[in-house]
């Protein structure tokens, strides 16, 4: 038991300890202790957590991480992404209005480490009047700084997880910043010695509109 779990007996003590006037008095505390002691420790042990969600139960946290908009992890990895969960919306209380890119970052840390990227996107100056047909990874003279970002990720992680995770981490960047979220691409060796002059990757839309 850690110390941020109470008892039945604790939520039971200022009843305990209250003075009954009378035998339906004393009934109504009994049926009332034996609710508490059997069905509602759980429950009233979540509400206790509220004012420190982090280190709350399971429930708690993901009911906090969903009201924040915040990635919610379902993996069968033996409670590790429960541990995940707290972390990630523990940094989300601390950094307060400090979040934008560098939470984004570290939500993407926690989740796949070593799996991701995030990466500022340029536009041909010559083709401004087509933006954002003529975006790129790489800086040059003749290119602006866009408002865009690409999040890459690894091809090898759950797909599936990140088709639902994307929405989330879309939403975890500045107002003014326009997110893609794009999957890396491994392409097999055929045998044919070309250079190539790029990076293939899948770019996801997840827009709701």
Request: hydrophobic share 45%; glycine share 6%; net charge negative.
């Amino acid at each position: 038991m850690d110390n941020t779990t109470l008892s039945a007996s604790d939520f039971l003590a200022p009843l305990a300890f209250t003075h009954k006037a009378g035998e339906l008095e004393r009934a109504m505390a009994g049926v009332f202790t034996a609710v508490v002691q059997e069905y509602q420790v759980n429950q009233l042990n979540d509400i206790y957590s509220y004012g420190v969600p982090w280190l709350g139960s399971a429930t708690v946290v993901e009911r906090f991480t969903k009201l924040n908009g915040l990635a919610v992890l379902r993996r069968n990895d033996g409670g590790l992404s429960d541990k995940l969960m707290s972390t990630i919306y523990a940094n989300w209380e601390s950094m307060a209005s400090e979040r934008g890119l560098a939470f984004l970052q570290f939500m993407l840390d926690m989740l796949y480490p070593n799996q991701n990227k995030i990466v500022r996107l340029w536009h041909s100056i010559a083709q401004a009047g087509s933006y954002p047909l003529y975006l790129s990874e790489s800086q040059g003279v003749r290119k602006f700084l866009t408002s865009r970002i690409r999040i890459k990720i690894d091809s090898d992680i759950d797909i599936t997880e990140l088709s639902e995770l994307a929405p989330t981490l879309s939403r975890l960047v500045p107002w003014q910043i326009v997110p893609e979220v794009a999957v890396s691409i491994d392409t097999e060796d055929m045998g044919v010695q070309v250079a190539l002059a790029g990076e293939i990757f899948q770019v996801a839309n997840f827009s709701p509109y």
